[in-house]
């Protein structure tokens, strides 16, 4: 979990895009997707998917959360093929359109959900907040929201496996139990988890706010994210895939 | 200069004062320790001196704080912000982005620092809090005691005139706790900056705040240079407070010899003071 979110440094072609151009990418795979209904133009996407994460120089990660999303996405499709009742039957109640229907869900389900893992991992959410406040003229408390939220992602966890220790000091067997046991085990921790997110919150809140929260504009940032020939390639080329979703 | 006057403050749906009459004077270039139990009050004078309390903290709030003529009370919060800066005992609340360069940055773009600056501060903060190899890791990846760091560099980079910091020595060994005070007392002396630092480790404040107040039950104890204060040895120790070895040992041969002895708080006054006994 604190692996995906993870930045992952490097000087590819996708890191040297403006963050607001690989958003861009990332939501022309996921219209594409939806737009198109050609079983071989989704899997192309796919491949589109996974060419993206090679591109970044992850490829190790990239085949991470593509095998994570495959768990999901063979329940997700044996699901379909047994809740589609129209088509003709081709296997006890498996139908042809209910295959076919299953294929697509599922092949949609994994391209939206890659590009935005992949791109994440490439990108400093700093970077990603910062070019939305510069760029799109994103509401700099809506920024501060979405980076604050990531960065607290790897301290809950901390927090969490400390009150589990803790726990597990005084005799609970976390370890021992498992499945559903398990959870009814972990759920009364949450309660002490949120109270003391709740405190942290608004430290937080007192540490931003003497550091001049109020005084920020959009022209705050110190970095600057200048579009180049680069950003309009990656534009042309969404454009592409979303016009050959709709043309095939 | 730091003047705050007859300050009483009780929080919001608190029935008992959090500080009570509280008055003390830190001059310009001051250095001032504070010192005792949990409880005593000490965080809530860093927010009444910050202006977090009452901008932040709501609550009952009498008597007044004032910050280089800037009346707390009266002056906005970044206005106050500019001139003081702030370093949290929770350090892992205190930092907001998830990369350290992001964290130093942050005040630096807020507070409007010039762009060609802003490189020059940030490695300078870095440097002087000795943390240049971090810069580009996340802080989920960093231990405790280097967070800590951070965001010392972090209001560091700032470079306020006033600098609070409550217990930033919490999570430091004893060589990086040292390497902080040092730090304070060269910004102290050569830049003029202002510190109040919140510290249980008596011995650095003996070494290197000239000023001490002792908070006991949200009222100062005692108040003055460090000497002064620690001639209440005993009564220190009743509150918890423990002195510093050689301070008891100049305090024991007083007692002994039936004649005052100075005050030592380092090992070599002590030296020096045995020498001349024996002789």
């Given at each position: 979990?604190?692996?995906?979110?993870?930045?992952?440094?490097?000087?590819?072609?996708?890191?040297?895009?403006?963050?607001?151009?690989?958003?861009?990418?990332?939501?022309?795979?996921?219209?594409?997707?939806?737009?198109?209904?050609?079983?071989?133009?989704?899997?192309?996407?796919?491949?589109?998917?996974?060419?993206?994460?090679?591109?970044?120089?992850?490829?190790?990660?990239?085949?991470?959360?593509?095998?994570?999303?495959?768990?999901?996405?063979?329940?997700?499709?044996?699901?379909?093929?047994?809740?589609?009742?129209?088509?003709?039957?081709?296997?006890?109640?498996?139908?042809?359109?209910?295959?076919?229907?299953?294929?697509?869900?599922?092949?949609?389900?994994?391209?939206?959900?890659?590009?935005?893992?992949?791109?994440?991992?490439?990108?400093?959410?700093?970077?990603?907040?910062?070019?939305?406040?510069?760029?799109?003229?994103?509401?700099?408390?809506?920024?501060?929201?979405?980076?604050?939220?990531?960065?607290?992602?790897?301290?809950?966890?901390?927090?969490?496996?400390?009150?589990?220790?803790?726990?597990?000091?005084?005799?609970?067997?976390?370890?021992?139990?498992?499945?559903?046991?398990?959870?009814?085990?972990?759920?009364?921790?949450?309660?002490?988890?949120?109270?003391?997110?709740?405190?942290?919150?608004?430290?937080?809140?007192?540490?931003?706010?003497?550091?001049?929260?109020?005084?920020?504009?959009?022209?705050?940032?110190?970095?600057?994210?200048?579009?180049?020939?680069?950003?309009?390639?990656?534009?042309?080329?969404?454009?592409?895939?979303?016009?050959?979703?709709?043309?095939? | 200069?730091?003047?705050?006057?007859?300050?009483?403050?009780?929080?919001?749906?608190?029935?008992?004062?959090?500080?009570?009459?509280?008055?003390?004077?830190?001059?310009?270039?001051?250095?001032?320790?504070?010192?005792?139990?949990?409880?005593?009050?000490?965080?809530?004078?860093?927010?009444?001196?910050?202006?977090?309390?009452?901008?932040?903290?709501?609550?009952?709030?009498?008597?007044?704080?004032?910050?280089?003529?800037?009346?707390?009370?009266?002056?906005?919060?970044?206005?106050?912000?500019?001139?003081?800066?702030?370093?949290?005992?929770?350090?892992?609340?205190?930092?907001?982005?998830?990369?350290?360069?992001?964290?130093?940055?942050?005040?630096?773009?807020?507070?409007?620092?010039?762009?060609?600056?802003?490189?020059?501060?940030?490695?300078?903060?870095?440097?002087?809090?000795?943390?240049?190899?971090?810069?580009?890791?996340?802080?989920?990846?960093?231990?405790?005691?280097?967070?800590?760091?951070?965001?010392?560099?972090?209001?560091?980079?700032?470079?306020?005139?006033?600098?609070?910091?409550?217990?930033?020595?919490?999570?430091?060994?004893?060589?990086?706790?040292?390497?902080?005070?040092?730090?304070?007392?060269?910004?102290?002396?050569?830049?003029?900056?202002?510190?109040?630092?919140?510290?249980?480790?008596?011995?650095?404040?003996?070494?290197?705040?000239?000023?001490?107040?002792?908070?006991?039950?949200?009222?100062?104890?005692w108040q003055g240079d460090t000497r002064s204060v620690l001639l209440h040895a005993e009564e220190l120790l009743a509150l918890g407070v423990n002195c510093p070895r050689v301070t008891t040992l100049s305090r024991i041969l007083s007692a002994r010899l039936g004649e005052e002895q100075p005050v030592c708080t380092r090992p070599e006054e002590a030296e020096a003071m045995i020498r001349r006994l024996i002789r």
């Amino acid at each position: 979990m604190t692996d995906l979110f993870r930045y992952v440094p490097g000087n590819s072609v996708i890191h040297r895009l403006n963050p607001v151009t690989r958003l861009l990418v990332t939501i022309a795979v996921c219209v594409a997707a939806f737009v198109s209904g050609n079983l071989y133009y989704l899997a192309g996407l796919l491949a589109v998917d996974l060419l993206i994460g090679f591109i970044a120089g992850i490829p190790g990660k990239t085949l991470t959360i593509f095998k994570g999303l495959l768990k999901i996405a063979l329940f997700l499709f044996v699901l379909q093929i047994l809740l589609v009742r129209r088509g003709t039957p081709v296997l006890w109640i498996i139908t042809d359109e209910g295959l076919l229907t299953a294929a697509k869900v599922v092949l949609r389900l994994v391209i939206v959900c890659m590009p935005l893992a992949l791109i994440l991992s490439v990108t400093k959410v700093s970077d990603l907040t910062n070019s939305l406040v510069q760029v799109l003229h994103v509401p700099y408390q809506y920024a501060f929201t979405l980076s604050t939220a990531i960065r607290f992602i790897p301290q809950f966890l901390e927090e969490m496996s400390m009150i589990m220790e803790a726990q597990t000091a005084r005799g609970v067997a976390f370890d021992k139990a498992r499945g559903l046991k398990k959870f009814s085990m972990i759920l009364p921790l949450c309660a002490p988890l949120l109270i003391s997110s709740l405190r942290r919150t608004d430290q937080t809140a007192a540490a931003a706010a003497v550091r001049g929260f109020s005084l920020r504009t959009r022209r705050s940032g110190y970095k600057q994210y200048p579009f180049t020939l680069l950003d309009l390639a990656a534009a042309l080329c969404s454009a592409l895939l979303i016009a050959g979703a709709i043309l095939l | 200069m730091i003047e705050v006057k007859d300050l009483t403050f009780t929080y919001k749906d608190e029935k008992k004062p959090a500080l009570q009459n509280i008055s003390l004077t830190v001059p310009d270039g001051g250095f001032l320790g504070v010192i005792g139990p949990a409880g005593a009050g000490k965080t809530t004078l860093i927010r009444a001196v910050s202006g977090m309390i009452p901008h932040l903290f709501p609550g009952d709030f009498y008597g007044s704080v004032s910050v280089n003529g800037l009346d707390t009370f009266e002056t906005s919060l970044p206005e106050i912000s500019r001139l003081v800066g702030t370093v949290f005992q929770d350090v892992d609340s205190q930092i907001i982005s998830p990369m350290v360069e992001d964290e130093l940055l942050y005040g630096l773009e807020n507070f409007g620092i010039p762009r060609e600056e802003i490189p020059v501060r940030m490695e300078e903060a870095l440097r002087k809090v000795g943390i240049a190899d971090l810069r580009d890791r996340t802080i989920g990846s960093l231990s405790g005691g280097q967070r800590q760091k951070v965001a010392i560099a972090s209001i560091v980079a700032l470079r306020p005139q006033v600098l609070l910091l409550d217990e930033p020595t919490g999570e430091l060994d004893p060589q990086s706790s040292r390497q902080v005070f040092s730090l304070l007392k060269e910004l102290n002396e050569e830049q003029g900056t202002t510190v109040i630092v919140i510290e249980q480790k008596i011995m650095l404040l003996c070494e290197f705040s000239a000023q001490l107040a002792v908070l006991n039950q949200g009222r100062i104890a005692w108040q003055g240079d460090t000497r002064s204060v620690l001639l209440h040895a005993e009564e220190l120790l009743a509150l918890g407070v423990n002195c510093p070895r050689v301070t008891t040992l100049s305090r024991i041969l007083s007692a002994r010899l039936g004649e005052e002895q100075p005050v030592c708080t380092r090992p070599e006054e002590a030296e020096a003071m045995i020498r001349r006994l024996i002789r």
